[in-house]
């Protein structure tokens, strides 16, 4: 069975960064593809990055580009999420999620990690 497990949460002053981890267990996690999604409970939820872990290509919601990096570490079965620069609307419940590539629907979520930044 496919578990996503989260770390790395927190909370931080705006500016700052922080480094989100989504381990991957029950198969090998390059069959599928991931992604990093964040929700309030003011806002819908958003793909804030996304990966095809097969071929390694990367695409990010606008409001995220030029300060976050998704990237995955084979040996480890592990998804990051690099953020810097965070504002106050940063601040949501960030969750990995995961999907066979050729379906649309991500079918394996973690539990979320909560990320807040202040002012």
């Known amino acids: 069975q496919v578990q996503l497990v989260e770390s790395g949460g927190g909370s931080v002053q705006a500016g700052g960064s922080l480094r989100l981890s989504c381990v991957v267990s029950?198969?090998?996690?390059?069959?599928?593809?991931m992604g990093w999604l964040r929700q309030t409970p003011a806002k819908e939820r958003e793909v804030v990055a996304f990966?095809?872990?097969?071929?390694?290509?990367?695409n990010y919601a606008d409001s995220v580009k030029g300060r976050f990096t998704v990237s995955q570490d084979n040996a480890k079965n592990t998804l990051y999420l690099q953020m810097h620069s965070l504002k106050p609307e940063d601040t949501a419940m960030y969750y990995c999620?995961?999907?066979?590539?050729?379906?649309?629907?991500?079918?394996?979520w973690g539990q979320g990690t909560q990320v807040t930044v202040s002012s």
């Open positions: 029950g198969t090998t996690y390059r069959r599928y593809c």
């Open positions: 990966i095809n872990t097969g071929v390694g290509s990367t």
């Open positions: 999620a995961a999907r066979p590539c050729w379906e649309t629907d991500f079918r394996y």
